[in-house]
């Protein structure tokens, strides 16, 4: 294929996010934030499901011994499913921060959930990074982010990176078997003309793959951090990333209309060529 195609059976996302490769479902779940939606990719015909959600969701994770997802509502952590349609609140992580909502987030081998928080409004720093145990107890491991963004782990899980958007910083922390984590540190800078950092993931190789907001591309850093090369996108605010299919060597991107009314291809899914593999998602345990 060239270095990027559109997805036509899907027109536009206000904030297209959380892109999510089912293998049990052979299709690919995203979000829009902004309009409340859940989509589904069926990648047999490319033909497109969505379901309206109750409140802002900036994810699904797929749960390992039951049907359904858990996903991250602006309220916290729910239960969802599909056929039949419903929600069941799980616990929310900041009652005491109303206009805080969950934002980007990431199982682990271990089936826990690791996700992010942020101000409604990116006027503070107000988020946090969160982790969901199987039994639903949650654990704040970080404080401090205008927008929480992109958790990913190692091909290995010794370390968890997580972004904090505003400041165009990628961070990276050293994991523990038990889901702790120790202090971060910065990984990667996005400088000014790169955009900003957003949604993430890890190929097989052990590269990051990074989305771009305001930067038109998605990149491919090394685990030192260099960046290896960048695939360039018709429109400047991609959101995220996931490798999807049988073989996980499609990689699809998700971007965002907000802002951009007069430019036809914001908003829209693409599919890039990654010259790379993906790692298997992981689900959540309980």
Sequence with gaps: MPHWRLIERHNRDQLGEGPLWSARDQALY???ILSRKLHRLRLEDEHVDSWTL???TGWVIERRDHPGFIAGLRSGFAEL???PFSIRPIISPEPHLPTNRLNDAKADAAGRIYAGSMPIDADEASGSLYRLDADHTITRLDTGYFIANGP???ADERWLYHTDTGRGVIYRFPMDPDGSVGPRSHFIHFPD???KPDGMTVDADDHLWVAHWG???VSRFSPQGVLE????LPTPQITSCAFAGPDLDRLFVTSAAVGRAEDPLAGRLFEVNPRARGLTPCSFAG
């Design 30 to 32: 995203w979000v829009d």
């Design 54 to 56: 109750p409140e802002m």
């Design 81 to 83: 499913a599909l056929e």
């Design 152 to 154: 990913a782990f190692s």
């Design 193 to 195: 003309d790169w955009g």
């Design 215 to 217: 930067g038109s591309r």
């Design 229 to 232: 090369r960048s695939i360039a």
